[in-house]
């Protein structure tokens, strides 16, 4: 059973990774992605504790800075 706990564990990381990834990848910069979540935020009510986390890790995230902004555009 605790193999199975520490695979789900696993996947739901590396996808919460990947979701982080990709909201930077489509911002010019750390502000316009904690923007855009809080947009979203505002849309769909049921995402609240969801958004809190990603802001938090996107802010974490810039002070680190563990990977670069969006050179896009």
């Known amino acids: 059973m605790k193999d199975k706990q520490k695979a789900i564990a696993e996947i739901i990381e590396k996808h919460f990774e990947q979701l982080i990834e990709d909201i930077l990848a489509h911002s010019k910069t750390y502000q316009e992605a904690l923007s855009s979540v ?26 680190n800075q563990t990977i670069k902004p969006s050179l896009k555009d």
């Open 38 to 63: 809080w947009d979203t935020h505002a849309n769909i009510k049921e995402i609240g504790a969801l958004e809190r986390i990603i802001r938090d890790n996107i802010r974490k995230r810039s002070l």
